[in-house]
Structures are given as C-alpha cells and as structure tokens.
C-alpha cells in the first residue's frame, strides 16, 4: 500500500509532465526512441532551470541533484555571465568549419588549468574523446591492444562498456560483455549488441595493482595504450585506485606504453588540475567532458603530449600529411558555440578559483558528517562515498570502502536506492536513477542540508516498510 501511495503521489504531482511523455512514447514505436533514462517512472519535464532549480511542467520546484549528468555541476543551470557571452557569440555567427578567436581565447585558459596538456582536439561528447585518444594512441605505436581496467566506464563505443559498471542502464543483471556470469557472456553480448571484444584489441586489468602491472609487462610488445579513471562512478575509492593508478602510469611510462586518463568525470573537479593534478597521476593524454562543456553545450576535449595529438590529420592535402596521420575530427567537433560557452563557464571558475574548490569541498564534508552521525543514531548504513568534493555514489552500504568494484557493485541495493530517489523526488530532489548524485557551485548550503534531510528522513521511511 506504502508502494501505491507513493507512486499515485507522484503520478499526481506530475500530471502534466507525464501527459507529455506520454505522447513522446506513444510516437515512440513510429517515430523516435524515447530516452527515458533520465528517470523513466516519473519523466520530468522541465519548463526553466536556474542556478540549482527545476520548474517542471506541472509547477514543481525540484533542487537538481542530476545536473545534466553531472555536466552543470560548475555553476548549475543558465549562470547568467555564460548566457551573456553565449548570446553574444550567438548573434556574432552559428556553424563550424572554421576556426574562431575563441578557440584561441578557451586554449589559453585551458593552459591555465590543465598546464600539463601541450595540446588539445576537441570534440563533442566523452565518447568521442575516449575514442579519438585510442585512435590516436594506436597511430602513435601502431599497435592496436587497449588495456582497461574492470569496471571504469569510458563512454559507449564498444571498447568504452566492456567490463562496466552493474548498474549502468540501471540494471544490475544487465551488465555488459565481460561482466555476465559463467557462460552468459555470449548472450550477454548479443541481447547489448556490444560485440566480445577480439583479445587483440581488448585487455582487461584487474583493480589490483600487481597482477594488473604484470598483464602489462606480459603485453608490453601490443598495447597501444592503458585507460582509465581516477575515480569511476562504478569504482569510486580512491584510497585504492590512486595508489594503483600511480605504479601503473608509471610502468606505462618506462616501457613506453601511452597512458591516457579519462578525466570526463573528474576534469575541473578535485581542483582546477582535475585528478591528475590532485592526485599526481601522469598521463600522455587526457579526456575531458561533461563539465568542459559551458550550460550544457555539447564539448569535449583530448589533451596531453604532442608527440600524440600530432598524429591527427590536419590538412586536406594527403601529400602533406603522410606518415602516422589519423582523424578524430565529426562535423560539429569544437563549434565555435560550444567553445564560447565552455570559454565563459571556465573563465567564471577562474574568477572563484580561490573559494570555489573549499567551499563545495566543505559543503560535501558537511553532508558526511551529518549522514555519519545519523549512522551512528540510528544504524541505518546510508553512505555518500567517493569522488571527494562533487559526486557521491549513495547507497545503504555497511563498508566506508571496497577494494573491489565487483565487492561493491554488490553491496549496493538498487531497489532501494530506486526507492530512494522517488522519495526524494516526493520531497523535493530531482536525481539520476542510478545510485548516484551530483552536488556543485550551485548548491547552497542549505540547499545540501535539505538534501540530508530528505535522504535521512527518506531512509527511515524505507526502513520502516522494511527496505533495504
Ligand atoms: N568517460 C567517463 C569517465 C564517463 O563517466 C563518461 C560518461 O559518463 C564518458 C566517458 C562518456 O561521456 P559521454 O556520455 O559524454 O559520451
């Protein structure tokens, strides 16, 4: 009945919201695919963002723990100096295809903040840089093995989901190729349409630092290149991917073997320097995303060692451009929009570098120490874990940490945690339907003290009906 109450609840308090995914999804089968992953119960949709709020189409003010998957998290939604300088470009030129004094004005700042990049290519989304780093450090070795490791995700090109979280997609028994049981993994490749990667292209290293060390130097003649993340939403601890991320980037370095850091999480979080920069992890590239990208606009970005980025095919004469040239560039890679919003909303955190990184760090550590207290009051083993300053994994977890991505991914419980996030929606929150949030400049203070309130209220809820 509790389970009834609540979804007849927010049914009714998103009338108007649901009425519009509805025929959204009714066109669906003719026409599109609907994307309803965003929150697929209860679709929002919205009429305005600002700052840190949502009006829906029903009325409803929800504070926006989602943000754009994350990629609004700098000043939350419509930062009013980013829309001015937007819309100035805006009325200046659209289109792309040629180069525009922003490129040169958003390249000098990235010097500011990523100073250990010699060189940047832009593109559109984290997918697009995973993939255009592999590409380029495949041309670079002329080899094509790519060594990841066991539950980093790197976007959604093939190599990018092998081995990835649980509960990307939300499904935990749904994982991707590498990832099913005994057996399944055929199966598991033809329901996701994600091939098995030939082992000529793929190797997967465990989270452990020396059998991983040791697949690398047994592979050391084939790998074009290792990737990875500092901190991964399906592997969040750093207490234990630092460590490892550090003997292997540097037993990269001495066998010569590119090292790329995926960066699309992380890029701009932790510090201006992102994890590399926190952390001390050197890397040949790195790839940055979602934040990159100013009010949303669609940008990513390779970075790092020249000697890499130059083996992208720049001109249209094939005579001067022989030799180990590849092309990472699409149609709308680096438009000049996205560059110009990325440029203010970069410029903006500039200007706040000094307070910007304390004050989210602090308001984070404040949401610990309260959720930290109320385990001890009461119990409940409600944890926000990882990703320092701006992103937490939620979940009803008995452990501070695992050293396993598998140990963890099976800790968590996602009916519970999806139970969660539609309380919290009832109170007010707007989230991912992933065990996963995304706090930044946007929230205030109290903005995260009501967020604590409405988990902990909404744990001892769950608590009482019996969940997790
Ligand atoms: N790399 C990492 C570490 C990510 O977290 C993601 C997306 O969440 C990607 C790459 C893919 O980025 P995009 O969704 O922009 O393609």
């Known amino acids: 009945q509790w389970l009834i109450d609540l979804f007849s609840e927010l049914a009714e308090r998103q009338q108007a919201s649901t009425a519009a995914t509805e025929k959204l999804r009714a066109r669906d089968a003719a026409t599109h695919v609907f994307w309803p992953f965003h929150s697929p119960q209860f679709p929002l949709v919205a009429r305005e963002a600002h700052g840190s709020r949502i009006l829906d189409a029903d009325g409803n003010t929800y504070v926006d723990c989602h943000l754009g998957f994350g990629a609004q998290a700098l000043h939350g939604h419509s930062p009013e100096p980013v829309v001015r300088y937007v819309t100035e470009q805006l009325a200046a030129t659209t289109g ?16 500011e903040f990523v100073p250990h990049c010699e060189k940047f290519a832009f593109l559109n989304s984290g997918t697009d840089a995973t993939a255009a780093a592999i590409r380029l450090a495949r041309a670079h070795t002329g080899r094509r093995m790519v060594a990841k490791f066991e539950g980093s995700l790197h976007g959604v090109h093939d190599l990018g989901m092998h081995n990835t979280a649980f509960w990307y997609h939300g499904h935990p028994t749904h994982p991707f190729p590498g990832n099913a049981p005994d057996g399944g993994v055929e199966r598991q490749s033809a329901l996701t349409g994600v091939p098995l990667a030939d082992p000529r292209d793929l190797l997967v290293l465990p989270n452990d630092p020396v059998r991983a060390v040791e697949l690398i130097e047994r592979h050391r ?4 290149c290792v990737i990875t993340e500092a901190a991964s939403s399906s592997f969040p601890f750093v207490e234990h991917t630092v460590p490892l991320l550090r003997s292997v980037s540097e037993r990269c370095r ?6 790329v850091l ?12 992102g994890a590399a920069a926190h952390f001390g992890i050197e890397a040949d590239l790195y790839t940055y995303g979602k934040v990159l990208s100013g009010l949303g606009i669609p940008l990513s970005a390779v970075g790092g060692r020249a000697a890499l980025l130059d083996h992208t095919q720049t001109s249209g004469l094939p005579l001067t451009d022989i030799g180990r040239k ?3 560039q699409t149609t709308h890679a680096g438009n000049h929009l996205a560059l110009a919003a990325s440029y203010a909303s970069l410029r903006l955190l500039h200007e706040q570098r000094d307070t910007y990184y304390t004050e989210t760090r602090a ?27 701006f992103i937490g994994s939620f979940g009803f977890l008995e452990k501070d ?18 139970l969660l996030t539609l309380m919290l929606r009832r109170r007010g929150f707007y989230t991912l339907s992933l065990p996963m949030l995304f706090t930044g400049g946007a929230h205030s203070t109290e903005d995260l003290d ?7 209220d909404s744990a001892r809820e769950l608590g009482r009906h019996g969940f997790p």
């Open 96 to 111: 792309n295809g040629y180069c525009h004094p922003v490129e040169q004005q958003l390249v000098d700042l990235l010097g």
């Open 326 to 328: 590849t092309c990472v």
């Open 262 to 273: 995926d960066e699309v999480l992380t890029g701009f979080r932790f510090g201006p320097g």
């Open 221 to 224: 003649g084939e790998l074009a």
């Open 401 to 418: 940490s695992y050293d396993d991505y598998r140990a963890f991914a099976g800790a968590v419980n996602p009916i519970a945690f999806f």
């Open 254 to 259: 001495a066998l010569r073997i590119p090292f």
């Open 450 to 456: 009501s967020l604590v309130d409405a988990v902990t």
């Open 363 to 389: 308001k984070v550590d404040g949401i610990q120490r309260r959720l930290a207290a109320f385990r001890g009051k009461t119990g409940i083993p409600l944890r926000l874990v990882g990703f320092g300053d």
